[in-house]
């Protein structure tokens, strides 16, 4: 099952951008969903995630910039990225984590470029 991810583009330094991502099958309880970035020659990491019951996690470098929300009824997560910095610049993942299966869903991947 693969998530279906928007909002990527162009902007530059200290702009914002929205990333929506939906997961298919309403009606499906989804645990933990988020987002992770790859920036070019570095690691996947993880940049926000909330819980089914609302709670939030942030990486240290977002914390402050980026707000992570959720739809439950919609299986739709929200990244909401403003004072964004040149080395935010990377592709971002969504993922679900499926409260019955324990399986976990990726999205095809969103590129964003903050130019300075």
């Known amino acids: 099952v693969q998530l279906q991810a928007s909002g990527g583009g162009l902007v530059q330094v200290g702009g914002s951008l929205r990333l929506s991502c939906t997961a298919p099958g309403s009606g499906f309880s989804i645990n933990a969903i988020g987002w992770y970035r790859q920036a070019p020659g570095k690691q996947r990491e993880l940049v926000a995630f909330?819980?089914?019951?609302?709670?939030?996690n942030y990486a240290d470098s977002v914390k402050g910039r980026f707000t992570i929300s959720r739809d439950n009824a919609k299986n739709t997560v929200v990244l909401q990225m403003d004072s964004l910095k040149p080395e935010d610049t990377a592709v971002y993942y969504c993922?679900?984590?499926?409260?019955?299966?324990?399986?976990?869903?990726w999205g095809q991947g969103t590129l964003v470029t903050v130019s300075s």
């Open positions: 909330i819980t089914s019951g609302g709670s939030t």
């Open positions: 993922y679900a984590d499926w409260a019955l299966s324990r399986l976990r869903s």
